[in-house]
């Protein structure tokens, strides 16, 4: 079949394949970009949610219990078993900024504060837990974590700023009160 087209049709025909072009392109971006917004909204819905879990009553008392663990000077880790929970929630943040559900920004906003301090003052937990384990992956994506926000904490302050064993020591004396 021989297709019979006269040349005043061709200009018609190709205005019709560039509007069809446009209107395709126009619903490709409609559709990237009510992704990237449906993103952004899951992203602020779970740090909201990290949020409101942090300041609850179980983990206000986790964070008291691991304070006075760690004032105490406490060697007996193994049974403050409950206090991971402390750990445990960096630890998630950690994994959904890796997995870029939650930006680095947002959570050096919300949690920076906390993060720097807490990895600071567990630190010899988490070698000592590693040792017992033989497990080097255990809070890793609490120190990637802590490593992320202390860069931006170091960018937004100009330098980061050491903080002394006495600021540790008030740090877990303010989480005794939480």
Same mark, same amino acid.
């Given at each position: 079949?021989?297709?019979?087209?006269?040349?005043?049709?061709?200009?018609?025909?190709?205005?019709?394949?560039?509007?069809?072009?446009?209107?395709?392109?126009?619903?490709?971006?409609?559709?990237?970009?009510?992704t990237?917004?449906q993103?952004?909204?899951?992203?602020?819905?779970?740090?909201l949610?990290?949020?409101?879990?942090?300041?609850?009553?179980?983990?206000? #008392?986790h964070? #008291?219990?691991?304070?006075?663990?760690?004032?105490n000077d406490?060697?007996?880790?193994?049974?403050?078993?409950?206090?991971?929970?402390?750990?445990?929630?960096?630890e998630?943040?950690?994994?959904?900024?890796?997995?870029?559900?939650?930006?680095?920004?947002?959570?050096?906003?919300?949690?920076?504060?906390?993060?720097?301090?807490w990895? #600071?003052?567990?630190?010899?937990?988490?070698n000592?837990?590693?040792?017992?384990?033989?497990?080097?992956?255990l809070?890793?994506e609490?120190?990637?974590?802590?490593?992320?926000?202390?860069?931006?904490?170091?960018? #937004?302050?100009?330098g980061m700023?050491?903080?002394?064993?006495?600021?540790?020591?008030?740090?877990?004396?303010?989480?005794?009160?939480?």
């Amino acid at each position: 079949m021989i297709l019979n087209v006269s040349n005043a049709d061709v200009p018609w025909i190709a205005l019709t394949a560039l509007g069809s072009l446009i209107a395709a392109i126009a619903t490709i971006y409609g559709i990237c970009k009510t992704t990237k917004t449906q993103k952004e909204v899951a992203s602020v819905d779970i740090l909201l949610r990290y949020e409101n879990k942090f300041e609850s009553k179980k983990m206000r #008392k986790h964070r #008291k219990g691991l304070a006075s663990t760690i004032l105490n000077d406490s060697k007996d880790f193994v049974t403050q078993g409950e206090h991971e929970s402390v750990l445990d929630f960096f630890e998630s943040i950690g994994m959904l900024m890796r997995k870029k559900y939650l930006d680095p920004e947002s959570i050096w906003v919300s949690f920076g504060y906390y993060i720097i301090r807490w990895r #600071k003052v567990c630190q010899n937990y988490i070698n000592h837990i590693r040792t017992v384990h033989h497990d080097n992956t255990l809070y890793e994506e609490f120190e990637y974590l802590a490593d992320k926000i202390c860069k931006i904490e170091e960018k #937004k302050r100009n330098g980061m700023n050491s903080i002394s064993k006495e600021e540790l020591d008030n740090f877990l004396r303010e989480e005794l009160t939480a």
